[in-house]
């Protein structure tokens, strides 16, 4: 028996300071178990307690009064699935007669409590079908991205979602979007994760860093264009503007509306081209936005005009020619002058890291998910890369970007700096790139001081 209790005591002791250092590790050996048997036995009662249950159906009471049974308690959901994942639990329920997915929703919170774990979100799949996803432990304090991920084209993982699954940022259906945040909130590593995730596709990647390029410069040898100032800035957006007429004379010309034309091969935009006449997608990434949109003399405001026009041309007509807007920012509001209100509701996907203030918050979700302003500002300083992500849909959820250095991104960019396609329209703004300086191999001793 001693033999026992001390294997016993080693497993406790083994558990418990797995689930102190490694809370993935004891998820996966401890955890998954006990969380799955506290959900089955718990359930009927817990479902009771949140009011998510419905009393029995009227051929229920006839048939246990026919039959002198006793009469039947209330109903919960169905469990459809358990499914367990390497973060937490993935519950899929079927709605009773007079349920609705809303009230699975309201109850997420009572849901966690009950179940002890970490948190607790659903979603509806479809008519009377919910899934409920439950994460087990903090998966946004140490952010770890699984090996399986979908790469498909134009489709980026970039965070992790606090429900453990991983957030993409698919060009395909969130054409633009806006990132917003204060210093040190870790908008440049979601960034640095964005062009990462780019380097490897076969796309172009345009950048307009007005800090005298000192976030996106290092990583110039992937990008095709780059602008350091708002001068230059100005001809770039000039210049895609331009890429973008010739694009949609290519796709005019490619239409061939007759007849014997299946529907389906009508060319709409460029991935209803043939593959060999496809242009190349152009991302571009804007680094603090207020730089482009502030003036202190005429001769500025005329050149601000003229930046926010051509991006706000971008926004309502780049997605059929292929152009992507990433907009990034510490504030976007209407204080930055006419027309940025106009471009803001062209910005479908928004992301907030921490802000310092409401109304900072409200620019990025006041117009599309209310909900998430209390989110956006209640963000601790001291995990930077927490952020708020939602789209006009209304959805909204908290997410964490994987640390990446400069280094790495840096790495990841010249690793792939061939793929940089060279576009015709913007072959004088493609960035000069020198040869890098040699490191010596020995550090250089000043020499002594004569009198």
């Given at each position: 028996m001693l033999w026992l209790s001390v294997l016993g005591l080693l497993v406790v002791v083994t558990a418990l300071m797995l689930r102190w250092r490694r809370p993935a590790w004891y998820w996966l050996t401890f955890g998954v178990t006990l969380a799955a048997l506290r959900v089955?036995?718990?359930?009927?009662?817990?479902?009771?307690?949140?009011?998510?249950?419905?009393?029995?159906?009227?051929?229920?009471?006839?048939?246990?009064?026919?039959?002198?049974?006793?009469?039947?308690?209330?109903?919960?959901?169905r469990i459809l699935r358990l499914r367990p994942t390497r973060t937490g639990l993935v519950l899929r329920l079927g709605l009773r007669p007079g349920q609705d997915a809303f009230d699975v929703a309201a109850s997420c919170d009572r849901l966690r409590h009950s179940f002890a774990l970490y948190g607790v979100t659903s979603r509806e799949l479809r008519s009377g079908v919910v899934e409920v996803r439950m994460t087990g432990y903090d998966v946004l304090k140490r952010v770890q991205m699984p090996a399986k991920r979908d790469t498909r084209r134009m489709r980026v993982p970039v965070a992790l979602r606090e429900d453990g699954a991983v957030h993409y940022r698919d060009y395909r259906a969130v054409p633009h979007a806006l990132t917003l945040g204060a210093t040190e909130s870790g908008k440049s590593v979601y960034q640095r994760n964005l062009v990462a995730g780019l380097a490897s596709q076969h796309v172009a990647l345009?950048?307009?860093?007005?800090?005298?390029?000192?976030?996106?410069?290092?990583?110039?040898?992937?990008f095709s264009a780059l602008a350091d100032n708002p001068d230059t800035a100005a001809e770039l957006l000039d210049a895609l503007v331009a890429h973008m007429q010739d694009v949609y004379r290519l796709i005019r010309a490619e239409q061939r509306i007759t007849a014997d034309v299946p529907d389906a091969e009508i060319a709409a935009d460029i991935w209803d081209l043939p593959a060999d006449l496809r242009p190349v997608p152009v991302v571009v990434l804007v680094d603090e936005v207020a730089e482009l949109a502030l003036f202190a003399n005429r001769e500025e405001e005329?050149?601000?005009?003229?930046?926010?026009?051509?991006?706000?041309?971008?926004?309502?007509?780049?997605?059929?020619?292929?152009?992507?807007?990433?907009?990034c920012g510490q504030r976007f509001g209407s204080e930055l002058g006419k027309g940025i209100t106009m471009l803001r509701a062209?910005?479908?996907?928004?992301t907030a890291h921490r802000v310092n203030d409401e109304s900072s918050?409200?620019?990025?979700?006041?117009?599309?998910?209310?909900?998430?302003?209390?989110?956006?500002?209640?963000?601790?300083?001291?995990?930077?890369?927490i952020a708020i992500t939602g789209d006009s849909t209304g959805g909204w959820a908290r997410?964490?970007?994987?640390?990446?250095?400069?280094?790495?991104?840096?790495?990841?960019?010249?690793?792939?700096?061939?793929?940089?396609?060279?576009?015709?329209?913007?072959?004088?703004?493609r960035p000069a790139l020198g040869s890098p300086r040699p490191i010596p191999a020995t550090p250089v001793e000043s020499a002594p001081a004569t009198a």
């Open positions: 089955l036995f718990r359930y009927a009662s817990v479902m009771d307690a949140c009011g998510l249950t419905v009393p029995p159906t009227r051929w229920r009471l006839a048939l246990a009064r026919a039959t002198n049974r006793p009469v039947p308690g209330p109903r919960a959901p345009v950048g307009i860093d007005c800090k005298q390029g000192v976030e996106l410069f290092p990583l110039a040898r992937r005329k050149r601000r005009d003229r930046i926010i026009t051509a991006l706000a041309r971008l926004a309502q007509l780049g997605r059929a020619a292929g152009i992507y807007l990433e907009i062209q910005l479908t996907g928004r918050a409200n620019m990025a979700f006041g117009d599309i998910a209310p909900d998430a302003v209390l989110a956006a500002i209640q963000i601790p300083a001291d995990l930077p890369g997410i964490r970007a994987p640390h990446t250095s400069l280094r790495q991104a840096v790495n990841t960019c010249n690793r792939y700096a061939d793929l940089a396609p060279d576009l015709p329209a913007l072959v004088p703004f």
